[in-house]
C-alpha cells in the first residue's frame, strides 16, 4: 500500500529521529510501490504465456473461448519478452524459441490477394485463426495492427543481439519483415494512410487523418528503405489535428486514453517535436501528460453522476463493456456500451472504468497513476482470482445480480490491454524499450523524415 496517504512527502529537510521515521516510511514506500508494479507486470506476462500458440506464436486476442489471434497482440508479446528475460520471468533460451516461432510463422506465411491468406503487400489481417494462421471474420487487413507487429517484431530484432545462430536469424527475420512491408501501397493513392484493405472491396474509404495512435504507423512508414511513406503523407496525417483546452489544460485531443500511448510504447518522444509540436511549445510526451490529466479531472468532475468515479478511479478508453442495452437507474435512463472507443470529456462515457489504461499512462503522470494503482488493487480488488492481472473493465453503475459492489466486471482479458501494462511499466521503471529502441535504425530514420528535431534526436535528415 503505497505510503504518501500516512506520511505525507517533506517539504523541507527534517533532521533527528523525525527524519529517520520519514525516511524508513518512504523506503517502505517505494518498495512496496515496486514490488506492486513487478507483480503487475508478471501477472500480466502471464496472459502471453498461457494464451499464445506455441506452434506458431499467435497471441489470442480475448481470453474466450474459440476466439481468434489479434495481430497486435503479437506485436506487444513479441516487445514484452525482451522485458520478461531482464525481469526474469521466463528464460532467454525460452524467449528466443518463442519469438522465432514467431517470426517464421509470419515471415512463410501466405501473403496474397486470397480471402483466407494471412496477409498481403507485407501486411496482416486484423483477426487471425488460432491454429491456421488465416484470416477470419472476413476482417480488413489492418494498417495499425501491422504496425504494431512490426514494432515488435524490430523490438526483438533489437534485444536478441548475441551471434548465436538462434538470435541472428531473429534479427534478420524482423528485419525482413518490416522491409516487406509496401508503405506507398498503403497510401491508395492519396496522402494519409489508408486504415485498410479487404480482397472484396479494396481500400477502406477510412485513412489515418488526425492525432491517434497512428503516430507510430506513419515513423515506421516513414522510415522504411525499401517502400517508403511519400513526403507528403505525414502532413496529410497531421493536417486533420484537433486541439482542444478542457479543465484549463491545452492539448492534442483524441478522446481515448489509448490513442495517447501506443506509440509512445516504442519510442520516447520526451524532448523532441515535430513541426506541429513546436509551434506550440512542446512534445507529444507532455501531450499524453495532459491527456491523463484531463482524464483524472473528469473523474473527479463526473458530469454524468456515474458510480465510483474520482480522484483514483478513472480510465477511459476503448474497452469492453456490459452493454449494449439501455436500463432506468435510480430514475435515470442510461445506455450502456460493449466494445466500443470510450473517450473523454466528449463522449462516449457508460460508466466503465479501463484499470489497464490508468496503468499505461505511468510514465506520463506517476503522481497520479501511482495512487490509482494501489486503489485499483487494494479498495477495488480487481486482481483477485485473476489470472492475468486487472480485469479489462468494470463498471460500477451497471447493476450486478451478485450485488458486487463494484458492479459489471468485464470476464474477459485482452492482449491489446496486457501489453502496455508491461511495456509502459517498464518504461517508467528503467526505461528499457525507450533505450533499445532510440538506437533502431528505421525508428531513427523515420522521425527525422517526418520532420523531428532536438533533444536525443538531434538535427533532421536533409
Known amino acids: 500500500m503505497l505510503f504518501e496517504r500516512f506520511f505525507p512527502r517533506p517539504h523541507l529537510a527534517v533532521g533527528g529521529y523525525s527524519g529517520l521515521f520519514i525516511s524508513i516510511a518512504m523506503s517502505a514506500k517505494k518498495l512496496c510501490t515496486e514490488a506492486e508494479l513487478e507483480l503487475l507486470q508478471r ?18 486476442d480475448k481470453s474466450a473461448p474459440g476466439w481468434p489471434a489479434s495481430v497486435a497482440a503479437v506485436g506487444l508479446a513479441l516487445s514484452a519478452y525482451p522485458v ?52 477470419v471474420w472476413n476482417c480488413e487487413l489492418s494498417t495499425i495492427d501491422s504496425a504494431f507487429f512490426l ?24 528485419e525482413a519483415l518490416y522491409l516487406r512491408a509496401d508503405w506507398q501501397w498503403a497510401q491508395a493513392d492519396g496522402a494519409a494512410v489508408s486504415m485498410g484493405w ?17 503516430l507510430l504507423l506513419y515513423i515506421l512508414g516513414c522510415g522504411s528503405p525499401t517502400h517508403p511513406l511519400t513526403a507528403t503523407s505525414y502532413a496529410g496525417w ?20 489509448f490513442t495517447h500511448q501506443l ?16 509551434t506550440k511549445g512542446w512534445d507529444y510526451f507532455e501531450n499524453s501528460r495532459r491527456a491523463t490529466l484531463v ?89 483477485a482470482g485473476n489470472p492475468y492481472g486487472f480485469k479489462a473493465t468494470f463498471n460500477p453503475t451497471f447493476p450486478e445480480k451478485s450485488h458486487n459492489p463494484y458492479g459489471w466486471v468485464s470476464p474477459w482479458h485482452f492482449g491489446i490491454n496486457e501489453g ?11 526505461e528499457f524499450v525507450w533505450d533499445l529502441m532510440r538506437d533502431c535504425p528505421f525508428i531513427n530514420r523515420g522521425l527525422r523524415r517526418a520532420g523531428f528535431t532536438g533533444g536525443w534526436l538531434g538535427t533532421p535528415l536533409t
Open 295 to 383: 482524464q483524472q479531472r473528469y473523474a473527479i468532475d463526473n458530469p454524468h453522476g456515474f458510480a465510483g468515479y474520482g480522484e483514483f478511479c478513472w480510465g477511459f478508453t476503448a474497452s469492453d463493456g456490459p452493454g449494449p442495452v439501455t436500463l432506468e437507474i435510480n430514475g435515470v435512463k442510461r445506455t450502456f456500451y460493449d466494445y466500443v472507443a470510450r473517450g473523454v470529456p466528449e463522449g462516449p462515457d457508460d460508466g466503465t472504468i479501463a484499470p489497464w489504461v490508468a496503468v499505461a499512462s505511468l510514465p506520463f503522470a506517476p503522481e497520479i497513476v501511482l495512487p490509482t494503482i494501489d486503489y485499483f488493487i487494494h479498495q477495488v480488488a480487481l486482481k
Open 151 to 174: 514494432a515488435g517484431a524490430l523490438t526483438a530484432g533489437r534485444y536478441f543481439a548475441a551471434p548465436s545462430p538462434e538470435e541472428t536469424e531473429i534479427r534478420t527475420l524482423a
Open 238 to 257: 497531421t493536417s486533420a489535428y484537433q486541439w482542444e483546452r478542457h479543465y484549463g489544460i491545452d492539448y492534442l485531443y483524441a478522446g481515448s486514453l
Open 43 to 60: 501477472e500480466s506476462f502471464s496472459y502471453f504465456l498461457h494464451e499464445t500458440n506455441p506452434q506458431n506464436g499467435l497471441v489470442i
Open 84 to 135: 520478461a528475460v531482464e525481469r526474469g520471468f521466463i528464460s532467454r533460451a525460452a524467449a528466443v524459441e518463442r519469438v522465432l516461432v514467431t517470426l517464421r510463422f509470419f515471415w512463410n506465411s501466405p501473403q496474397g490477394t486470397e480471402a483466407d491468406a494471412t496477409g498481403y503487400k507485407g501486411f496482416y489481417y486484423h483477426f487471425l485463426d488460432m491454429s491456421t494462421g488465416q484470416r
Open 263 to 278: 506509440s509512445h510504447i516504442w519510442v520516447d518522444f520526451r524532448g523532441i517535436q515535430d513541426a506541429c509540436m513546436r
Open 198 to 214: 479487404t480482397p472484396e472491396s479494396g481500400f477502406l474509404p477510412y485513412r489515418w487523418k488526425g492525432y491517434d495512435e497512428a
Open 420 to 430: 502496455p501494462i508491461i511495456l509502459m511499466i517498464e518504461n517508467y521503471r528503467s
